[in-house]
């Protein structure tokens, strides 16, 4: 059983910045998907970004293209997502999730593809 907690949300003014983290118990030899999605009230889930084991493929949505970046630490099981120039419609809980193994950039973005989750974390955005 994969563990994954995300931290790091919390309150920011409009175009401050968070990073969140993601610590995912999971074994490094095996190649697995780190992915980022996001809740807020009233709507769907729906992903944020998402990076293949290596680091090397990213893939992220439109609303946060050029303003968040993914990136992982494999040697501590780890992944962030840095929150740049954030905006009110940026809040809602956000949640890390654990594919087992690759996707593709339009594969990532389905949620039930994604075995484990994290409990998620706050992150509200004031205007």
């Known amino acids: 059983q994969v563990q994954v907690t995300e931290s790091g949300g919390g309150l920011v003014q409009s175009g401050g910045s968070l990073r969140l983290s993601c610590a995912a118990s999971?074994?490094?030899?095996?190649?697995?998907?780190l992915a980022w999605f996001r809740q807020a009230p009233g709507k769907e889930r729906e992903f944020v970004a998402a990076i293949s084991r290596g680091g090397g493929t990213t893939f992220y949505s439109d609303s946060v293209k050029g303003r968040f970046t993914t990136s992982r630490e494999n040697a501590k099981n780890t992944a962030y997502l840095q929150m740049s120039d954030l905006k009110p419609e940026d809040t809602a809980v956000y949640y890390c999730?654990?594919?087992?193994?690759?996707?593709?950039?339009?594969?990532?973005?389905?949620?039930?593809?994604?075995?484990?989750w994290g409990q998620g974390t706050q992150v509200t955005v004031s205007s």
């Open positions: 999730a654990v594919l087992d193994g690759a996707c593709t950039r339009i594969s990532c973005r389905d949620r039930r593809l994604y075995g484990h």
């Open positions: 999971a074994r490094t030899d095996r190649s697995y998907t």
